[in-house]
């Protein structure tokens, strides 16, 4: 199988610097999350608990955040035989293209920046990739797949 045989779709320009920056912010948050739990365990009586109540919001936000990141692919191959193949930060997922149940939109929402997410019945990555990119890796899963729900 040639190169030619593989279609890649790599998370590239604004998008790519916006993950990795995502990533900053996360590690940036979680600091004031650990002052609040020192502030909150050195206090005594009652006023032990006032520092939880934002410390356990701002690691919510965290938690959000960090858990869209690890599911963001950073590059999506699909090859001539509907091989997919994603690779996020942390490991890297593979089935054949009649193993994808749906190409959706994301419930999270931003305007016509939504992600993509690909779902199949053991895991889901999300895609934050052009409408013509999008359009071009449907067509290529629809081609192992016809009867792949696609709601972009």
Known sequence: MSDRDVRRWPLRGFWRAWYWISWLISVVLFL??????VLAWRSSGPAR??????GLV?????????WQLATTALVVT????GELRARLLFRARQ???TGVL??????????HHTPI??????WSVRLIHTRTDVDELVAKLRRHNPALLVDV
């Open 95 to 97: 089935v054949h293209a």
């Open 78 to 81: 699909v090859d001539a035989g």
């Open 32 to 37: 004031p999350v650990l002052g609040l739990a």
């Open 102 to 111: 749906s190409v959706r939109r994301s419930a999270l929402t931003s305007g």
């Open 58 to 66: 701002l690691l919510a936000i965290i938690l959000v955040i960090g």
């Open 49 to 54: 608990w006032f520092p939880l109540l934002p």
């Open 117 to 122: 997410v690909i779902r199949t019945a053991n």
